[in-house]
């Protein structure tokens, strides 16, 4: 398996508040991973930092090995193949359903390219295909605002796949969605996982049990423990300081 | 995919045809007694303005830049054609120099300063009225954009920029005539400014500028690039995390909307005759953005629509009470704000009523249903 993602020894401070302390992480390529801590555990502060939004004070990033991802913007780390899903759904909102699908399909992203830009066939399907997915299909044509919560982070959860990212970054997919909705994101996570690389920031436990996968625990910035859900429940640190509150 | 011409661009042109005809006719035929020629004029300087607020409608209905200092662009296009009216003066000035203006003449300079080299060219000229708002706006951009100066503060420094002009403008040593800017011009390409036919002339080409204006700013916008400049105004942070440099986008609209502001001014310079550094006055700019808020921001047409009745209104109102204007023009903007949030344009297509609009929706979701047959085919 070769190393898709590794943060290695990294800190960020804020006005002296340490988000990020000595935090060292390695995804595996085609792995899903599951990140889960307290609130100010610094799980935001780390994606922000692998997006290139964020630039760690001391440590490294690294990408495939090769490509230092402190160096990169937000709108780079996307080209490299990071896609990102937020916390509270960020959709275009004044856009139709399918326009944003279609504005995050893999396509030339520079201002000459997008300007005479004209829609394939090949395109056209794929959107279909992808509103079939996320079960958006009768909805195309409504303004991304007239979604439910729910149905958001379900067109967010297409956008990301539209991109065809080498590595999904996913925060707290499930919030908002009814159990049978958090069950099949949960189901589409692990189809994912494999072809792609997978992070997922969750604070739901029966979704982080459903995903099935390696867990890592945050506490203050720093990893705690990694192992499988039944390992780390299992272990009295984290116990005292998550899931035992 | 959306038509380049819908409904509203559509009767928007078709109205603007029929003035085109009609005002030129109804005075050269008639000798200025059914359309008396200060109104040719009048007229040609609301279409400059139609076509001023369609440029800052670019930037700020549809990528969400409020720029404050759209009329420092207008003002340097109106000074670029300025200058080349000046040459062609010639030696016809009150100092009758064949080489200076009168105004360098009055300074006692002895020859042209360099950066006036070349306006005798009309070509030269009419590429600097682009070439000068497009090459500050791309300077005051890449600078502004890169560092992510957004919302307020942008505001504030696009508001800085014009002031800060309008006070070099002032000055003598500038080499722009100063407090009394260019004015006396005599003719443009042999055509004597003074004449009906040149006014009407100059009436025509601006009603196509605007047309032209209107075309292109809708061609841009309803490309994919135009998706993302609304997915920059909306979520400017999840555009980036989809891989798009935003401070590109930004930086190629505010350089063509300045461009669309320069040939705005171009037009607008030979038809009142005069250009002065009032124009850069930070007012003036943000009477566009009330333009562009009362027609109906980010419709285009809505914001051409906004330019022309706000300066009928202040025409007709200024001769009525002088005094009140401003205070008209600022309770308009509040009760616009508070009412009217999508302009009087959206007024006017609220009160058309639901059947042309069902009508609409009904086709297009016809059309999509053609391509994705042809997808799936």
Same mark, same amino acid.
């Not at chain 2, 990528?63 to 200092?69: D, K, N």
């Given at each position: 398996m070769t190393v898709q993602l590794l943060l290695d020894g990294v800190s960020r401070s804020f006005d002296g508040y340490k988000a990020i302390n000595d935090l060292s992480l390695a995804v595996d390529k085609g792995e899903l991973r599951a990140v889960i801590g307290p609130n100010g555990a610094g799980k935001t502060t780390m994606m922000d930092i692998i997006t290139g939004k964020t630039r760690p004070d001391t440590g490294g990033v690294w990408w495939n090995q !090769?490509?230092?991802? !402190?160096?990169?913007d937000e709108a780079g780390s996307a080209r490299l193949g990071i896609g990102r899903k937020f916390q509270k759904p960020t959709v275009f909102e004044t856009h139709s359903v399918q326009e944003n699908i279609a504005l995050s399909l893999k396509a030339g992203r520079s201002v000459f390219a997008t300007l005479f830009h004209r829609r394939t066939e090949a395109e056209a399907a794929r959107i279909t295909e992808l509103l079939r997915l996320v079960r958006l299909e009768g909805d195309r044509h409504r303004p991304a605002a007239d979604l439910s919560h729910g149905q958001k982070q379900w067109l967010e959860i297409g956008m990301l796949l539209a991109q065809d990212p080498e590595l999904l970054l996913v925060d707290e997919p499930a919030a908002g969605m009814t159990d049978a909705e958090t069950m099949r994101t949960a189901e589409l996570l692990r189809s994912l996982a494999g072809k792609h690389t997978v992070i997922v920031v969750e604070h739901d436990m029966e979704f982080v049990r459903a995903l099935d996968c390696r867990v890592t625990v945050l506490h203050q910035g720093h990893v705690l423990t990694e192992g499988s859900l039944d390992h780390v429940s299992a272990n009295p640190e984290v116990i005292e300081v998550y899931l035992g509150r | 995919m959306t038509t380049l011409i819908d409904r509203r661009m559509g009767i928007f042109l078709a109205g603007l045809f029929v003035l085109t005809v009609a005002i030129p006719v109804g005075n050269l035929a008639f000798e200025g007694k059914v359309v008396p020629s200060y109104i040719v004029s009048l007229l040609g300087k609301y279409l400059c303005y139609a076509l001023l607020a369609v440029a800052l409608d670019l930037v700020w209905g549809f990528?969400?830049?409020?720029?404050?200092?759209h009329g420092a662009f207008f003002a340097l296009g109106g000074y670029a054609m300025g200058m080349h009216l000046m040459r062609e003066i010639g030696d016809r000035g009150v100092y009758a120099n064949p080489n200076l203006p009168d105004f360098m003449v009055f300074l006692s300079w002895d020859e042209l300063p360099w950066f006036w080299m070349g306006f005798g060219n009309f070509w030269f000229a009419s590429l600097m009225v682009m070439l000068v708002p497009g090459a500050l706006a791309f300077l005051f951009g890449w600078f502004a954009f890169r560092s992510r100066v957004t919302g307020v503060y942008l505001s504030i420094i696009t508001q800085a920029m014009t002031y800060a002009l309008q006070l070099a403008f002032f000055r003598n040593e500038m080499g722009f005539g100063g407090n009394n800017g260019l004015t006396d011009f005599k003719d443009v390409l042999g055509f004597p400014l003074q004449s009906d036919s040149t006014r009407a002339g100059l009436f025509v080409l601006t009603a196509v500028a605007l047309a032209a204006g209107l075309l292109i700013a809708r061609a841009i916008t309803t490309s994919k690039l135009g998706m993302i400049l609304v997915c920059i105004r909306d979520a400017e942070s999840r555009t980036r995390f989809l891989g798009y440099r935003v401070e590109g986008f930004k930086l190629f609209i505010f350089v063509v909307s300045a461009m669309m502001a320069g040939v705005a001014g171009a037009l607008y310079t030979p038809q009142v005759g005069i250009i002065n550094p009032g124009e850069f006055s930070p007012a003036n700019s943000i009477e566009v953005v009330i333009w562009v808020a009362l027609g109906g921001r980010g419709t285009l047409v809505g914001a051409a629509l906004g330019a022309i009745l706000v300066a009928l209104a202040k025409t007709l109102f200024t001769g009525w009470f002088p005094e009140f204007w401003l205070f008209a023009l600022g309770g308009l903007f509040i009760l616009v704000t508070l009412f009217?949030?999508?302009g009087v344009l959206g007024l006017i297509e609220g009160v058309a009523g639901s059947r042309g609009r069902r009508a609409r929706r009904a086709s297009a979701a016809l059309e999509d249903g053609v391509t994705e047959e042809g997808a799936k085919a």
């Open positions: !090769t490509v230092d991802l !402190t160096r990169i | 990528c969400g830049i409020l720029s404050l200092g009217l949030p999508t």
